[in-house]
């Protein structure tokens, strides 16, 4: 894994996590303003949908340099749309960028030929 795939994975990583407690933070403000007089339904939407945004372009660019099949690339989407999925995301990446990182070291040391 080369140096701009790594940090592709790693800015998708590190924003989906805050993806996902804005998420369930906005949902948590839509039922308050609907029992309560709190409305944070405006402020909260604008930092999600950032967050929504960047989520998206770093997915893009990852799937772009992983070549990741569809299926994958598709899973990655459908967990930033669901109200926990991008801790599910986050832990994945951790894991597929770990797994990544071992290869290329076994494959500089030549134990594997992959």
Do not use: Q
Not at 3 to 24: D, G, M, N, Q, Y
Not at 44 to 58: D, E, K, N, P, R
Request: proline share 3%.
């Amino acid at each position: 894994m080369d140096l701009k795939t790594a940090s592709a994975l790693r800015r998708l990583r590190l924003v989906s996590a805050p993806e996902a407690v804005s998420f369930l933070v906005l949902l948590l403000c839509s039922v308050l303003k609907r029992t309560t007089d709190f409305n944070g339904v405006p402020v909260m939407g604008a930092v999600h949908g950032v967050l929504f945004v960047l989520y998206v372009i770093f997915w893009l660019d990852a799937w772009n340099r992983t070549n990741w099949s569809f299926g994958t690339a598709a899973l990655y989407f459908v967990l930033s749309v669901l109200p926990t999925g991008g801790f599910f995301a986050e832990r994945k990446l951790r894991r597929e960028s770990e797994n990544a990182v071992i290869a290329a070291r076994a494959r500089e040391e030549g134990i594997v030929n992959a």
